[in-house]
């Protein structure tokens, strides 16, 4: 698949045709990677960020929330229910917080690891290669880190510089080869319908993915947090839908968004993130692809499954403690975030029975065919 049939498939409005993509995404998925569904246990073990991401709603320049990291009790607490469910991996996901040292967090891996043996996925951003050395010494499999969008200008208009230890755009990227070459398992992934973004942009993302060969993929739509510039922008443009967003430009500056935004954009929506789903499944039909917690935000009845039957193969049921839950507020409305371990894991897994899946067993990390 090339650019531009990426693009037509992106695009691609008839219904039937669709059928055919999400039929064939789910086969190859089916052929490939088989009927499990690999749970992975999401642990959010801090909302604390020095950066200034103008669509996240952790943002350092978000101060009105309250700020948490969870203790090294906390994380084995989830890590035992992990164990008790039955998953193959705990994940442990974060701001850019550099409070959480680099032995603290090696000192978790190897816990977790010996009391109950999970896989552990890491996604707490950009660190330094020492930080990253550690971490894979002492036991840790899989890192996470999405490059957001490989439009250049688009990520700098959304990624204000943070001064010391940031990657910038290539850097970013970058990030996934140096993982990789430390022996972690990379996983990356963009948002889908972020302001700004083309047609070309999305179909650019998806080869990018490949050219990576990346083990794991998570996408999601972009969703508006109020409280952040480029969810102000997104009420500018969504309050103007009879005006050319491109006219739209010196208001969306004014509250943050600097961007030449084009009159063809991505919308954010879930057929979008199913298309992709599917795509990307054709593209890397042996990679580990979630069903994303965006997509679940989204349409909280049928997002999940419905990202599980158009290519995916992975779903992170939320374990972080209950108190934690509503302050990682990356977006509004985020899935589950009332309820109990407890409550989240009984709801995967009713949602992987329902359409005749199964909970995978082991680490389920990519197996190459
Ligand atoms: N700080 C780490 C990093 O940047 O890799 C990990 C945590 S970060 C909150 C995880 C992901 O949340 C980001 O990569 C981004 O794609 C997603 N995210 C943040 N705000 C979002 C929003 N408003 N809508 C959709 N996804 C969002």
Redesign the pocket.
């Known amino acids: 698949m090339n650019e531009h049939e990426i693009i037509r498939w992106l695009r691609e409005e008839n219904p039937d045709r669709l059928a055919e993509l999400f039929r064939q995404a789910d086969a190859v998925r089916r052929e490939r990677v088989g009927d499990a569904v690999h749970l992975r246990g999401l642990v959010e073990l801090s909302n604390i960020?020095r950066?200034n991401?103008l669509?996240?709603?952790?943002r350092a320049g978000h101060d009105t929330i309250e700020r948490y990291r969870l203790t090294a009790d906390e994380v084995t607490h989830a890590a035992r229910l992990a164990a008790e469910f039955g998953y193959g991996t705990l994940v442990l996901?974060?701001?850019?917080d550099y409070g959480l040292e680099g032995e603290f967090v090696a000192d978790l891996i190897r816990r977790v690891k010996k009391e109950y043996g999970l896989a552990i996925t890491l996604?707490?951003?950009?660190r330094t290669e020492t930080d990253w050395r550690l971490w894979r010494e002492a036991g840790a499999d899989r890192y996470?880190?999405?490059f957001?969008t490989c439009n250049r200008a688009l990520f700098e208009a959304i990624h204000p510089p943070v001064g010391k230890n940031d990657l910038g755009f290539e850097g970013r990227i970058g990030a996934l080869r140096v993982l990789r070459s430390l022996g972690y398992e990379i996983g990356s992934?963009?948002?889908i319908g972020i302001p700004g973004q083309t047609y070309a942009d999305l179909a650019r993302d998806l080869l990018t993915f490949r050219e990576l060969d990346l083990d794991m993929i998570g996408n999601?739509?972009?969703?508006?947090?109020p409280e952040?510039p480029?969810?102000r922008a997104a009420e500018i443009l969504a309050k103007n839908p009879e005006t050319s967003p491109a006219a739209l430009h010196p208001l969306l500056a004014e509250v943050g968004f600097d961007y030449p935004i084009s009159d063809d954009c991505v919308p954010a929506d879930n057929l979008t993130a199913f298309k992709v789903i599917a795509l990307t499944r054709l593209l890397l039909p042996d990679a580990n692809i979630p069903s994303t917690t965006?997509i679940a935000t989204n349409d909280k009845h049928l997002g999940r499954v419905t990202g599980l039957q158009s290519g995916a193969n992975v779903v992170m049921p939320n374990l972080t403690p209950t108190r934690y839950r509503a302050l990682y507020e990356?977006?509004p409305h985020k899935s589950a975030t009332t309820e109990s371990p407890e409550e989240t894991h009984r709801t995967a897994i009713a949602q992987i029975r329902s359409i005749g899946r199964y909970p995978g067993t082991g680490p389920g990390g990519r197996t190459h065919h």
């Open positions: 960020c950066r991401c669509y996240c709603g952790v996901q974060a701001g850019e996604s707490l951003g950009e996470l880190i999405r957001e992934g963009v948002m999601g739509p972009y969703l508006p947090h952040t480029l969810g965006a990356i977006y």
